[in-house]
């Protein structure tokens, strides 16, 4: 899978709108790609994915530059829930995800 | 249907005694991966089944490591001789076939200690 690069880390406020950055400048005209998130002792889980179009669902939204080689994780109002490790990961075939490091969100009350 | 199951949620044992952890996944999918987890990094993937066929395993996964999942539901990952770099979150997820535009379920995972 191609690589994804994020910050290691981003600090925001509650109830204010959060964007994480993902450069992914080698994708595929095949890759999709996926943001899954994972809270402190519990397992990852899905957020949102897009392949060309920016998405929107009830957790985020997903804007994909027009040339795809970045993208951006939008939590429209911050909790202190969302306070949480974000991966931004490449996928171009059915087997297994290949994780980074991933994004510490820091949420401040 | 409460999502993937994985049990125990701990397991702390001493170096070379053998483990073995449980997942049972959502019950309509057909695929199930584990991965391993140490501290501060991401998941790294171990194996993969679709149904009960152990399709791909990660050079991580060494002779020590077996995954089973005989009847295309539960599946099993044994570590035999265990030491202490075997210690890590491991963690299973499931996904209806092997379309790569799904989600995976992730479980909450098994935390082994190796002292």
């Known amino acids: 899978d191609a690589k994804t690069t994020q910050p290691n880390s981003m600090e925001s406020n509650e109830e204010e709108p959060v964007h994480l950055p993902c450069n992914h400048s080698t994708i595929s005209g095949t890759d999709y790609i996926h943001w899954y998130r994972q809270l402190p002792s519990q397992g990852p889980e899905y957020v949102i994915h897009?392949?060309?179009s920016n998405v929107n669902n009830r957790m985020a939204s997903l804007a994909i530059a027009e040339d795809r080689k970045s993208s951006t994780l939008i939590l429209h109002r911050a909790t202190l829930r969302d306070a949480a490790v974000y991966y931004c990961?490449?996928?171009?075939?059915?087997?297994?995800?290949?994780f980074g490091k991933g994004t510490h969100l820091i949420i401040q009350p | 249907d409460t999502g993937v199951s994985q049990d125990p949620r701990h397991k702390i044992t001493k170096r070379g005694q053998n483990v073995t952890f449980r997942c049972d996944p959502i019950s309509e999918h057909n695929r199930l991966y584990w991965y391993r987890q140490t501290l501060g990094q991401g998941p790294e993937f171990l194996t993969y089944?679709?149904?009960?066929?152990?399709?791909?395993k990660s050079r991580l996964l060494s002779d020590r490591f077996s995954a089973e999942r005989p009847k295309g539901s539960f599946s099993t990952l044994e570590i035999q001789r265990t030491e202490q770099g075997d210690s890590a979150m491991y963690l299973c997820?499931?996904?209806?076939?092997?379309?790569?535009?799904?989600?995976?379920?992730f479980g909450s995972g098994t935390r082994l200690t190796v002292v």
């Open positions: 990961i490449l996928r171009d075939s059915a087997d297994g995800l290949t």
């Open positions: 997820a499931s996904s209806l076939s092997g379309l790569r535009v799904l989600g995976y379920t």
């Open positions: 089944f679709q149904n009960e066929a152990q399709l791909e």
């Open positions: 897009g392949l060309t």
